[in-house]
């Protein structure tokens, strides 16, 4: 169920153009400072996942990873998507709520 929930909101986030996808557009969100969550998919490249989270930690940036490229591009309506922004504080407190309840 809270899969559902956070693919929900990433969709509702996209609608309203508050995410970036892609891996420049997700670096160029968290150097810029407007990317709140970064979410990169289980089955991207071990250097797709070392990248960002050396990039999240150092712009101090919630990262995550979770889904797979297929279920986070179908959940923006698009074609396979390894990374992704939020640049909505507000949904992206709350995809990270969801998160956090997933991991436990």
């Known amino acids: 169920m809270k899969q559902n929930k956070i693919y929900s909101l990433l969709g509702i986030a996209m609608r309203g153009r508050n995410v970036v996808s892609g891996e420049s557009g997700t ?3 968290v150097r810029s400072g407007s990317a709140f969550l970064v979410i990169v998919a ?14 999240c930690s150092f712009y ?14 179908g959940a923006m ?16 407190r709350a995809v990270i709520k969801q998160l956090e309840e997933t991991e436990n």
Request: hydrophobic share 30%; proline share 2%; no cysteine.
């Open 42 to 55: 289980e089955d991207a490249s071990d250097n797709t996942k070392k990248l960002f989270s050396n990039k």
């Open 60 to 73: 101090e940036v919630p990262y995550f990873v979770y889904g797979t490229k297929e279920k986070l591009g």
């Open 27 to 29: 670096q160029d969100a």
């Open 77 to 92: 309506g698009k074609d396979l998507r390894s990374s992704l922004a939020v640049t909505d504080e507000g949904i992206a």
